[in-house]
């Protein structure tokens, strides 16, 4: 959790102290207690993980399946609405941001139904990120997206469907300063 901590205070310019971090942010407390209720599961304590979870959930507003996947420096901003749903997988150095969904489109699929998001990934606020589908490395979702397919690695996803965002012509002008000197008469 101090990994965590030391990552969210790099991250994050409103955090001025790792005391502040581990004590007042509640992405890292949900992360917390997500992860005692996931080892509960790999013991096969099924009840008690869900409780623990819906306790975890109650308190931060952050709702985390116990059986999800969640790797290292996951930092969960803010958090309040976000859903991650049980066969979600979260590599490592992910951000996401408040009212995030990983969720999944049919309830009857079999096998893994939710999505799964690759290391660096960035998520925006209220971005739904929808089935069986991937968020490519390094790839970021636009606040308000839905995601409904897979999203390729390095590239910006915004809107409802989300689409590539564009990438803007490049700004940087060249200039010469090359000149040649007359002589006057």
């Known amino acids: 959790m101090f990994q965590t901590a030391r990552s969210i205070l790099k991250r994050d310019p409103a955090a001025h102290s790792l005391l502040q971090v581990i004590l007042t942010y509640p992405g890292i407390r949900a992360l917390f207690?997500?992860?005692?209720?996931?080892?509960?599961?790999?013991?096969?304590?099924?009840?008690?993980?869900t409780l623990l979870s819906q306790h975890a959930a109650k308190i931060t507003g952050i709702t985390i399946a116990p059986e999800a996947t969640i790797g290292k420096r996951v930092f969960i901003d803010h958090g309040v609405g976000t859903v991650i749903g049980a066969t979600a997988i979260i590599?490592?150095?992910?951000?996401?941001?408040?009212g995030v969904t990983l969720?999944?489109?049919r309830?009857?699929?079999?096998?893994r139904r939710h999505?799964?998001?690759?290391?660096?990934?960035?998520?925006g606020a209220?971005?739904?990120i929808l089935g069986p589908i991937e968020i490519g490395q390094y790839s970021k979702v636009g606040?308000?997206?839905?995601?409904?397919t897979n999203v390729p690695s390095h590239l910006t996803v915004v809107g409802n469907p989300a689409t590539i965002a564009p990438h803007p012509a490049s700004k940087v002008v060249t200039v010469s300063f090359n000149y040649q000197a007359t002589k006057s008469r």
């Open 33 to 49: 207690w997500y992860r005692i209720a996931h080892q509960l599961v790999r013991w096969h304590q099924y009840v008690l993980a």
């Open 91 to 98: 590599e490592d150095d992910v951000t996401i941001l408040h």
């Open 103 to 105: 969720g999944t489109r």
């Open 107 to 111: 309830m009857t699929d079999q096998g």
């Open 115 to 123: 999505p799964y998001v690759r290391q660096g990934a960035f998520i």
């Open 126 to 128: 209220n971005a739904q």
């Open 143 to 148: 606040a308000g997206a839905v995601v409904l």
